[in-house]
């Protein structure tokens, strides 16, 4: 029985999950949960195929709240703050059937460690101004909880990654880059192991609670592509030297910060097993489907 099959009999009133921001990892979710007899609906920015309309100048009506039980956010903050807490963070704080909120951060808000190994009690030390609108973003969802009892659970997700987001499109295309940064390793996780975590959270609700989501590996970007080549049966890209990449400032950015993230509390306390603890079973999966 899945976590979230687990979870109905404890509910006052059929659940249904809210998501601001129906995209890549929403979706998987939702996929799951509507499989078990749950609702949900979502919202994008021009709505439209069964999807409500959300973006900063466009709040939603009451009733996209009526009977709602879980609410997941993943709408990045923008230049002038969280859009769903600015719009509707009183709304959610007054629902009177909510169990659990979810919003998915980012370990981005860790800033650059040189390498060196983080957990939820790191100093938060953003580095880039992404990183500070997340910062910003978590403390006022924490404010919330903490003055009117919303169920929040932050989850700081590292690179996410999964069918059709993955390097073998581009290695197909003949367009991959291997970049080289002596020492740089990112931390990652598949997108079925981010849905459990999610699952597993739902199932056992801690509100307050911030969890690292990331598989047991960090490991250098270049090392990765090098394995989905070899897994592809092509020859590696060769290797860059970071200097003279040609990469986009949003690109550029991610190397700024340096990091391993422990995801050590989804095992002990939502009692996660990742179906794919590394990048190498990861990508193998995703190549058995025909990512």
């Not at 990469?247 to 179906?275: C, H, P, Q, T």
Request: proline share 7%; aromatic share 8%.
């Amino acid at each position: 029985m899945s976590d979230a099959a687990r979870l109905k009999p404890h509910l006052t009133q059929p659940p249904h999950l809210l998501c601001f921001g129906l995209g890549y990892t929403a979706r998987v979710l939702a996929g799951r949960l509507a499989a078990d007899g749950w609702t949900v609906t979502g919202t994008a920015r021009a709505g439209g195929d069964g999807l409500l309309r959300f973006e900063r100048g466009c709040s939603l009506g009451a009733a996209a709240f009526a009977g709602v039980t879980h609410i997941l956010v993943s709408i990045p903050p923008d230049e002038t703050g969280d859009p769903v807490f600015d719009r509707h963070g009183d709304d959610i704080a007054a629902l009177p059937g909510l169990d659990w909120f979810g919003y998915l951060s980012t370990t981005g808000v860790y800033g650059d460690c040189g390498g060196d190994w983080v957990d939820e009690t790191s100093e938060l030390r953003p580095s880039g101004e992404r990183g500070r609108r997340r910062v910003a973003a978590e403390a006022g969802w924490l404010d919330l909880w903490r003055r009117r009892g919303v169920p929040l659970h932050i989850f700081r997700l590292a690179g996410i990654y999964g069918p059709g987001r993955s390097p073998f499109a581009a290695l197909r295309a003949g367009s991959a880059t291997r970049i080289a940064k002596p020492g740089q390793v990112f931390s990652r996780i598949h997108v079925e192991d981010l849905a459990s975590v999610l699952a597993a959270s739902i199932a056992r609700p801690r509100p307050g609670a911030i969890y690292n989501v990331c598989d047991d590996e960090p490991a250098a970007p270049e090392a990765v592509v090098a394995h989905a080549a070899r897994l592809l049966g092509l020859p590696a890209p060769p290797l860059v030297p970071f200097a003279d990449a040609e990469l986009s400032a949003m690109a550029r950015s991610f190397y700024a910060d340096n990091k391993r993230v422990s995801n050590a509390l989804i095992k002990r306390e939502l009692g996660v097993g990742l179906r794919y603890p590394n990048y190498r079973g990861g990508l193998a999966a995703i190549l058995a489907v025909g990512g």
